[in-house]
């Protein structure tokens, strides 16, 4: 089921750049305290995602994604505050961030979907 959904392969490849800007933060720039924090959020996104793909209900399945939600706004957070502290510059923001709003637009999109069909069938 993983290998065909959109939103589980982006996940994977968004927390690939994350831990990528993990390791360019701590190796070059010598950060430890923020790159911690946006590696843990950032990856733990796509964990959630594939949590839900195996979820036990479809409650669960939409609190995991709440889940993913939230995670991905405090990546955003986090993100925003290395390129402000000038620790990423303009274009790595730029192009992950570009990348972070996709996949909370599909995120959202999920979670619009699956409690609409959940009070179509109460």
């Known amino acids: 089921m993983v ?3 959109v939103l589980a392969e982006k996940s994977i490849e968004f927390a690939i750049r994350i831990v990528n800007c993990y390791k360019y933060l701590t190796k ?5 305290v923020m790159s911690k ?3 843990r959020s ?3 996104i796509g964990a959630n995602v594939h949590e839900a793909i195996y979820a036990q209900s479809k409650a669960d399945f939409v609190n995991k994604m709440n889940i993913s939600m ?3 706004g405090e990546t955003s957070y986090w993100l925003t ?3 402000r502290t000038e620790y990423i510059d303009t274009e790595m923001y730029n192009s992950i961030d570009s990348d972070l709003k ?3 637009r599909i995120i959202a999109s999920t979670i619009k979907t699956s409690k609409g069909n959940e009070q179509q069938n109460a």
């Open 28 to 32: 070059q720039k010598h950060e430890t």
């Open 37 to 39: 924090q946006v590696l």
């Open 3 to 5: 290998e065909n959904n």
């Open 42 to 44: 950032g990856t733990s």
């Open 70 to 72: 939230k995670e991905a």
């Open 102 to 104: 996709e996949i909370l």
């Open 81 to 83: 505050i290395l390129h």
